[in-house]
């Protein structure tokens, strides 16, 4: 039995890219017996929300929803979703969240947004955990080759100066992430600052290394290098394709995904 069409807000370029991507990731690994959801940060992440509210009330109604932070907690809320908290619910079935730069082996820089500490809590709670971006984010180089601006560190608020200076003896060039609409500094939902160190790409080019080492020093709370988390991520391309990669390392490029059949639910 063939379903009508979805009558979907129309999107074009990246945004339309980032809408396949969302989707075809919510309809390969968000299936029927997937009750523990955890939803990611990011610009294409309110997609992904999107798709999983297409798969129905009925199959919705018996799912719990956790948020990475603020924006997902309004996403899940909005969308009319059963909410609730890594907690009470410490083994997820999947989670699906954005990410800055993902690289061959699907390590990824993930804080961009500031959220990265829950987003680790929730990816390494999950079966699977899976990412959703566009193509400016699919990186054939080492970490910290598009996304220039540094590993994101988020640091106890009364300790970053101390953290600023191991991060530079470790080989870092930290800065403090400043608001763009607040006089001072961010300030994370957890209360903390983030900081964001770049460094040399002899460095970047071994990440679990260097997060092992970061993650020792006294005041930081979590590093946003996500290594050997991701299953699968899934990439928007600029002329409406998608990418797969899988963790084993296949690449499926120019992938189709017609975004107006409704999802069938494995
Ligand atoms: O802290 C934020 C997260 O790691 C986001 O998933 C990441 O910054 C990607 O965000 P966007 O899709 O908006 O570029």
């Known amino acids: 039995m063939s379903s009508a069409p979805l009558q979907l807000a129309s999107l074009s370029g990246v945004e339309a890219a980032k809408r396949a991507a969302a989707y075809a990731a919510v309809d390969a690994h968000v299936g029927r017996n997937d009750r523990i959801i955890g939803i990611g940060s990011g610009s294409t992440v309110p997609y992904v929300v999107e798709r999983i509210v297409q798969q129905g009330k009925d199959l919705n ?3 719990i929803f956790l948020p990475t932070g603020f924006q997902s907690k309004e996403l899940i809320v909005s969308n009319g979703l059963q909410l609730g908290d890594v907690d009470c619910h410490p083994i997820i079935d999947v989670t699906i969240d954005g990410a800055d730069e993902v690289d061959p082996a699907l390590n990824a820089i993930k804080g961009g947004g500031a959220c990265h500490l829950r987003e680790k809590v929730l990816a390494e709670a999950a079966k699977n955990f899976i990412v959703v971006a566009d193509y400016r984010k699919n990186s054939n180089g080492v970490l910290g080759t598009s996304w220039t601006q540094g ?5 106890a608020e009364f300790a970053y100066s101390k953290v600023m200076r191991d991060l530079t003896k470790l080989g870092g060039k930290p800065v403090l992430r400043m608001g763009k609409a607040k006089a001072g500094p961010v300030v ?3 209360g903390n600052f983030v900081i964001d160190a770049p460094f040399p790409p002899e460095q970047m080019a071994k990440p679990k290394e ?3 080492q970061i993650k020792l020093l006294t005041g930081v709370i979590e590093v946003g290098l996500f290594v050997d988390c991701a299953k ?8 409406g394709t998608i990418t797969i990669k899988t963790v084993d390392g296949k690449v ?3 992938v189709t995904f017609d975004v107006s059949k409704a999802p069938v639910v494995a």
Do not use: C, I, K, M
Request: hydrophobic letters at 35%; aromatic letters at 8%; glycine letters at 4%.
């Open 61 to 63: 109604a018996s799912r």
């Open 151 to 155: 590993v994101p560190v988020e640091a």
């Open 188 to 190: 994370t939902d957890n």
């Open 210 to 212: 260097l997060l092992q």
């Open 232 to 239: 699968a991520a899934y990439f928007g391309n600029n002329d």
């Open 252 to 254: 499926q490029e120019n």
